[in-house]
DNA sequence: TAGTGGTCTAGACCACAAC
DNA sequence: TTGTGGTCTAGACCACTAG
């Protein structure tokens, strides 16, 4: 592999010395440290690699050179890989290759009240809105009186151009009674409708869950994501005077995302250094 | 296959019969619905089959049957699986078998201000203290002036037996000056004293953030799961007058955890049905 | 059209738990 | 010892992106 090396010398050759480093870890330290699998000493080994010789944005070798390189097989490279992905250092796109990954942004969640209506900016964009029956998984969150139809909403979360959730709220026709039946039966207009509706409400209170899932067809294409991509599931339960007015069902990008709480200090959490926690 | 299903006819018919259905599933609505990954389908259909027709703590059969049975690659039922556990669908136990997981349950993180000393009955419970630098990323969150010197506290979070989290708590050297450098240098109850000297410090506010990540070697050992496991990362600061006090870096399992924000209505989601979102 | 990551196969062996 | 899930291999083909 040392033979025909003579184009683009120098490029080549410092993105060869750092690959080889890396061989090299693995290659002393696998025989060392028995029993322990190699994809996950491959992902360390990487790991490392990333944090110190690597710029964000940087585009890595294919996963079949990589694999040769390291000595294995293509399936336990992407083991490794994958790992990465899920903690989010590294960003792989289907006939594109794959590259380092900016840190996490911190998405903040709780922000204190909010106004339903869109005037903070860059948070969420009414995308839609349909009317029907809620899941029933939802619908077990709603009071019990509560009827049948719902409008649900759809609402997406961008950033910097990216997308960073996808939101399906899920309001109780009962909860807006003053909603217009003139104005569209859907689409956005609509949507924009049942926020101001929520809005004009009052909320006095809300309740929030956060879990690991993977995301559903719908909510993968909205998020530039494969369906079953990890993802953060944030579940909110809004309060008004009569119980429960609106749920909504949030799904963040596991991988690029860092939900934030200001419960009460206020300030946001940095990270913009590169480095990452010692194993 | 039918051949042999003489001994304890009727549970082996029932279970027949049940699975019967779902690889009918799996083999008529494929021929449709074309280019859904076999996987992704497979999941789907297994899914469906655990709400309907499958109790808590039930245990299939193994993945080498089960992928005979479905007419795919035991690689392929493995990848079904894995997102089914991701899920909280599923455990599986090496050299036990594969068993229909409880719902995840309800984790209180937020809930206001906490007792250090652990009068709260069955929440954390300290397992040890060391003395030291912290990581990097940490040692971030401090402020610039904090010293390096910090008591690192390990805590574990168990609920009915079952470790729910693993923590590891900062504090800088310089927020608990009153600490006593006579009792025991490390240990379960030098975690014990750290904890009584930041009671009774007393916190005026909190900074919180969550993300996945994967369990390291140490936190999977306590977790009872294998390292690499995905778990929720739940990064706190806590804030005294001169400034942030400590640091919490909680791990918990993402599997069964489901983690809870009383942010003001204070009530508890409930989740014990076992209904799932339709897709 | 060429190159990438994504899916899938049919094996093999290993670590672990339980009998 | 037996059976389970966990790891690993060396292939193959497919879907997608970009030139």
Redesign the pocket.
């Known amino acids: 592999m040392v033979t025909t090396l003579r184009q683009e010398p120098l490029i080549n050759n410092v993105a060869e010395s750092r690959w080889a480093i890396a061989e090299d870890r693995v290659g002393t330290t696998q025989l060392e440290s028995v029993?322990e699998?190699?994809?996950?000493h491959l992902k360390t080994v990487l790991s490392e690699a990333l944090d110190s010789d690597f710029a964000v944005g940087e585009i890595?070798p294919?996963?079949?050179?990589l694999a040769a390189r390291f000595?294995?097989?293509?399936?336990?490279l992407?083991?490794a890989l994958e790992q990465l992905e899920l903690e989010g250092r590294l960003q792989?796109?289907?006939?594109?290759?794959?590259t380092v990954a900016p840190p996490r942004v911190g998405v903040a969640v709780s922000t204190a009240q909010q106004d339903w209506t869109g005037g903070t900016g860059e948070a969420w964009q009414p995308a839609d809105c349909t009317t029907g029956p809620a899941p029933a998984v939802v619908q077990a969150l709603f009071d019990a009186d509560t009827g049948d139809t719902v409008h649900r909403v759809r609402r997406i979360r961008v950033s910097h151009g990216q997308p960073l959730a996808a939101e399906l709220l899920y309001v109780p026709a009962s909860s807006v009674p003053a909603l217009s039946a003139i104005d569209a039966p859907s689409g956005p207009a609509r949507a924009r409708s049942v926020l101001r509706e929520l809005d004009r409400l009052g909320l006095n209170g809300q309740d929030r869950s956060v879990e690991l899932g993977s995301a559903r067809a719908d909510d993968a294409k909205e998020l530039d994501r494969?369906p079953?991509a990890p993802v953060l599931v944030v579940t909110t339960r809004y309060f008004a005077a009569g119980g429960t007015a609106a749920v909504s069902v949030a799904t963040y990008r596991a991988d690029t995302c860092r939900l934030t709480f200001g419960d009460s200090g206020a300030l946001e959490i940095r990270h913009d250094d590169q480095e990452r926690q010692a194993s």
Do not use: F, I, M
């Open positions: 029993q699998p190699k994809y996950w890595l294919n996963e079949r050179d000595g294995v097989a293509r399936a336990t992407r083991q792989r796109r289907r006939g594109v290759g794959t494969l079953g």
